[in-house]
């Protein structure tokens, strides 16, 4: 049985929505986000780094949400969410999916981090501005790309959506996309779908 180790509004979030769009039965597991238990060998046997999430697939175990999305489409998807491997699209999907995390959701994270390591009082003004000035570059650069389409690769969903998805909602919560008026209509088709709502529910 596919388990999915979970914490809401976290990256585990795009393992459960691809799970719920491949309608891949699977069960979640929710993981107390104590600093604590991620800290203790239990929790670190599944990520070494104590993060979220971590998966387990029978007796095989993954961490990394971009990494256990395409494992899940490779094994089970059968050819649905992704392009012919070696085809251009299929160039084009790794590109959005690889820079939705290692680009996008990066100085978002900064962002957050800094805020939680240092509190409020502790912030230093110019690293926060820095990093909203690189997610919004990222923010910018998306809402080019969805001009004349519905999703990042024409008008059929994909899963690079889905990794997408979950930085163009960090981007929304914690920096500025006003003005950005194709990016926020993506979202908004994006969590409208059911899938990303069973997901979210979850």
């Given at each position: 049985m596919l388990t999915v180790y979970h914490v809401p509004v976290t990256r585990s979030l795009r393992v459960l929505w691809l799970c719920q769009e491949l309608e891949l039965p699977h069960q979640v597991k929710t993981v107390d986000f104590a600093a604590a238990y991620r800290a203790g060998p239990e929790w670190r046997a599944l990520n070494p780094v104590g993060k979220v999430p971590a998966m387990t697939d029978g007796g095989f175990t993954m961490f990394e949400s971009g990494a256990m999305v395409q494992y899940?489409?490779?094994?089970h998807g059968k050819g649905r969410l992704?392009?012919?491997p070696g085809t251009e699209s299929h160039g084009i999907y790794l590109q959005w999916s690889w820079f939705a995390e290692?680009?996008?959701?990066?100085?978002i994270g900064e962002i957050v981090n800094h805020r939680r390591a240092f509190g409020e009082a502790g912030e230093i003004p110019a690293v926060v501005e820095e990093m909203k000035g690189r997610a919004r570059l990222c923010s910018e650069a998306?809402?080019?790309?969805?001009?004349g389409r519905s999703y990042l690769?024409?008008?059929?969903?994909?899963?690079a959506d889905i990794m997408m998805g979950y930085s163009v909602m960090l981007a929304q919560r914690f920096t500025s996309t006003e003005g950005l008026d194709e990016l926020n209509a993506y979202w908004a088709r994006l969590s409208?779908?059911?899938?990303?709502?069973?997901?979210?529910a979850a």
């Open positions: 899940l489409l490779d094994r992704q392009p012919a290692a680009t996008y959701a990066r100085p998306v809402d080019r790309a969805l001009r690769l024409g008008e059929e969903f994909s899963a409208a779908r059911p899938a990303y709502q069973r997901a979210a």
